[in-house]
C-alpha cells in the first residue's frame, strides 16, 4: 500500500513538473558570439523563470541565410548589422516590425537609434533598433609605426613586410577611401562601382609585398601583433583593445580618412514566437549593470547614453586612447547594401586572393 501511495505520488509529481515545463517560453537568439554571455543569461532566467533562453551564435551572412531558408521561422531574436536588414527584407522577407512601445529607447544614444531607425524603416514601420557599435580601422605599435595613420599607410613601403589586413569587404572599403573614393555612394551606380573596386584590387595587388600575411581570426592577427612580427595591420577595434590590455604600446587608430562603423541590431524574425520575450531581453540587457557585463563579453560599446563609461575599466582605457571626439564626429558608418553588392565584391576579393597567395 505504501508503495502504491509512492508510485502515485511520484507520478503525480512528474505530471506536475511535465505541466510546468510546457508552460515555459523558450526565447530563441540567433546572435554573434560573445553576445549572450552565460552569465547574462543565468541573470535572465533567475528574474524571468517562466522563460529559457536558446543561443545560436552565427554571423551577417549565416543569419540572413538561416531566415531565408525557413521564411524567417526557427528563431525568436536575431543581431544582424544594421546594414544587412533593408535589402534582405525587402528581397526575402524575413522579418517583421518591432512595436518600440515596448522597448524602453529613451535610454538609447539618439544618434545611432536615429540611424538605425534610418535605415530600417520600410513602408513607415521600423524593423531594427541598436545594441552594440564598433568600428573597423588601424592598429599599430606606436613605438615602431607612430605614422600609420591613413588605410594606405598598411602599404607604405616604409613598413614592406610588417603590416597585415584580413580580405574582406572592410579593407575594399577602407582604401577606397584612402583613394578619394566614396563607396557607398557609388552604391547607388553599380558600374561605378565596379570602376572603384577595380581600381581598389590593383592597389592591394600591388601592395604584396608590404604584408607579412593575411590574418584570417583575430587569434593570429593577435600572435603577430604581439609578437613584433608586424608592426600595423587592419582590425576591428575590439581586437587592439584587448591587445593594448597586454602592451600599452599596441593602441586602435582610427584611420584619417574614418573609422569604419557597425552597429549590431535587435530584429524579429517574421515568423517568431516568443514576441515577448524578446522585448524582455532587448530592455534587460540594455539596463546599465548589465551593459557592463556584455561589453565585458563582446568588447563592443552599448548603443545607449553613457555607453563608453559603462564599459569595464580595461576597455574603457583602451577607447579612450584611441578615439577623439573628432574621431568619433568622422565615422563611416557601413551603408545599406543593395542586391548585387555583395557579389561584385567577392568576385574582387577572389581576384585579388588569387593574385596574392591570400
Known sequence: MHFKTTLAGLLAATMLAGAGSAQAETLRLLTWGSYAPDELIEKFEAEYPDIDVEVTFSNNEEMIAKLRATGGAGFDLAQPS???IYAAQLEYDIYKPLDLSKIDTSVMEAKLLDGVKE?????GEVYAVPHQWG???????K???????????LCNPAYEGKTSM????????????????????AYSDLDKYQGILDKVAEKLIECKGNIKAYWKGGDDLSAMMLSGEIVGSETWDSTAYKLFDQNKNIVFVPPKEGALAWIDTFALPRKAKADDAAYKWINFVLRPENVTLMSASTGAIAAVKGGQDLLPEDKKAAVNAAFTAEDIDNLKFF???????EDMEGKTLEKIKAATGG
Open 82 to 84: 544594421h546594414d544587412r
Open 166 to 185: 584580413r580580405l574582406k569587404r572592410t579593407i575594399l572599403l577602407g582604401t577606397a577611401f584612402s583613394m578619394g573614393e566614396d563607396p557607398f555612394a
Open 119 to 123: 535605415n530600417t524603416t520600410i513602408e
Open 143 to 153: 613605438t615602431k609605426a607612430p605614422d600609420l595613420k591613413s588605410w594606405a599607410d
Open 135 to 141: 568600428t573597423s580601422g588601424l592598429m599599430a605599435d
Open 335 to 341: 551603408a545599406n547594401i543593395p542586391p548585387g553588392v
